[in-house]
């Protein structure tokens, strides 16, 4: 049996463009549907990296550090209004290895550096996953306002504060996890996307509209172990 993990996620970017609803949704497997808002389906990628990383109950100190860059959309399935990871790019192979046997994510092995300078986040990765279509991302960010409370903010409520989280196992079956933790704390942000090749890794066309950003410094997390529809 797998244990549910605890993990810290810090220095979160969300960039959300918006997508219409009938191409998000050929781009969905069977059972979930496009959760919309303000007459848009959203994309988003997500770069930050993960801390102290271990099985709940095990001592922070000897979780591991793992920087990812999620590619997610908003879904519903049975009324819940939940995330749809696309993929999953993460630094450590074992843990990548791990994460897709254990729990059905789609991770994908990828050479990923993160730092912090000031108040900027300086992010670089690109895919070794072998098989996979390559895809690269490469760009700084920083906030640049006030932070406030996402369930305050109903955009920033229907993309954060989402409590469940679906993936297409290879075998073609649908599962999800679920997350517990505090309603997210965010920031407007500011970017600059020198590289982004993870539209057309994923079959999407670049979107016209700009992205709306967010930053966050992040949460402690308890993830439950996957479960099949």
Do not use: C
């Not at 997508?19 to 919309?36: F, R, S």
């Not at 993309?159 to 993936?167: A, N, Q």
């Not at 965010?186 to 999407?204: C, D, M, Q, Y």
Request: proline share 10%.
């Amino acid at each position: 049996m797998v244990v549910p993990l605890a993990m810290g996620w810090r220095h979160l970017l969300f960039e959300n463009w918006p997508i219409e609803p009938a191409v998000m949704d050929a781009h969905l497997p069977d059972g979930l549907a496009p959760d919309v808002y303000d007459g848009s389906a959203w994309l988003s990628i997500v770069p930050f990296t993960n801390v102290a990383v271990r099985p709940k109950g095990v001592p922070e100190s000897l979780g591991v550090r793992l920087p990812e860059l999620n590619v997610r959309t908003y879904v519903t399935h049975a009324g819940v209004p939940s995330v749809y990871f696309f993929s999953l790019d993460a630094q450590g192979i074992a843990s990548v290895l791990g994460a897709r046997l254990f729990h059905h994510l789609p991770y994908f092995y990828a050479r990923i550096s993160l730092e912090r300078v000031d108040d900027r986040i300086w992010f670089r990765s690109r895919r070794h996953h072998p098989g996979a279509r390559p895809a690269r991302y490469a760009g700084t960010y920083r906030p640049i306002g006030d932070p406030f409370s996402a369930p305050e903010e109903p955009f920033a409520a229907f993309l954060v504060e989402r409590y469940r989280f679906y993936t297409e196992a290879q075998d073609g079956s649908l599962r999800y996890t679920d997350v517990d933790h505090d309603p997210w704390t965010l920031s407007p942000a500011e970017a600059t996307i020198e590289r982004n090749t993870l539209f057309s890794a994923h079959g999407f066309e670049t979107p016209n509209a700009g992205p709306t950003y967010y930053y966050s410094p992040g949460l402690d997390v308890i993830a439950s172990r996957s479960n099949s529809v």
